[in-house]
């Protein structure tokens, strides 16, 4: 059964980086119809925000809103894949999901890790 | 991008009543609309894709509809652990965006 978790920092300083990771397991990260994305959820709205996804051969795509501040990529040695948000503000303050696009990166989100709470705070 | 909005924001409801919640796309998606259901303090789950296809495991008595830039979700009789807040989200294109949520409680 495949299972996804999230790893990193659950406090970031305002203007820093945030990175976190997830851990593919269950099955291949190389899957041929899989993307992986990134989620979060604000925990004062509770609105859900797409980030962006990654397909295993290193092809991504961003949220316009976040994208100059985003990169994801991907290490298949270790079925992972990661986010780094930089210049984080309070705003980014969420609960971040990492998910698995099941149908070639169609935005059907249907395996979900547990998420991970990241505070931005000095 | 294309804005997604979802009414009401929250409904309550009896047991075996019937539940529709309504998504509107800010312009044409086709059927390119996803339904999520997260529990309190759980993650979200995929209820339907392709604004009608079920999920695996899902439940008959959820449903989805519509087309275009207007979509609705149906609970055909509410059963307690459907209480949950509902999100919609646009898979038409390279940016996917969500509805703000519809919370459904148990009156």
């Known amino acids: 059964q495949l299972q996804l978790q999230e790893s990193g920092p659950g406090l970031v300083k305002p203007s820093e980086t945030l990175s976190l990771t997830c851990t593919v397991s269950?099955?291949?990260?190389?899957?041929?119809?899989?993307?992986w994305g990134w989620i979060r959820q604000s925990p004062r709205t509770k609105g859900l925000e797409w980030i962006g996804t990654i397909y295993y051969s290193g092809s991504t795509f961003y949220n316009p809103s976040l994208k100059s501040r985003v990169t994801i990529s991907v290490d298949t040695s270790k079925n992972h894949f990661s986010l780094n948000l930089n210049s984080v503000t309070a705003a980014d303050t969420a609960i971040y999901y990492c998910?698995?696009?099941?149908?070639?990166?169609?935005?059907?989100?249907?395996?979900w890790g547990q998420g991970t709470l990241v505070t931005v705070s000095s | 991008d294309i804005q997604m909005t979802q009414s009401p924001s929250s409904l309550s409801a009896s047991v075996g009543d019937r539940v529709t919640i309504s998504c509107r796309a800010s312009q044409g998606i086709s059927d390119y609309l996803v339904w999520y259901q997260q529990k309190p303090g759980k993650v979200p789950k995929l209820l339907i894709y392709g604004a009608a296809t079920l999920q695996s495991g899902v439940p008959s008595r959820f449903s989805g509809s519509g087309s275009g830039t207007d979509f609705t979700l149906t609970i055909s009789s509410l059963q307690p652990e459907d209480v949950a807040t509902y999100y919609c989200q646009n898979s038409n294109s390279d940016v996917f965006t969500f509805g703000g949520g519809t919370k459904v409680e148990i009156k």
């Open positions: 998910a698995r696009d099941w149908n070639y990166g169609s935005g059907i989100f249907d395996v």
């Open positions: 269950g099955g291949s990260i190389r899957s041929m119809s899989y993307y």
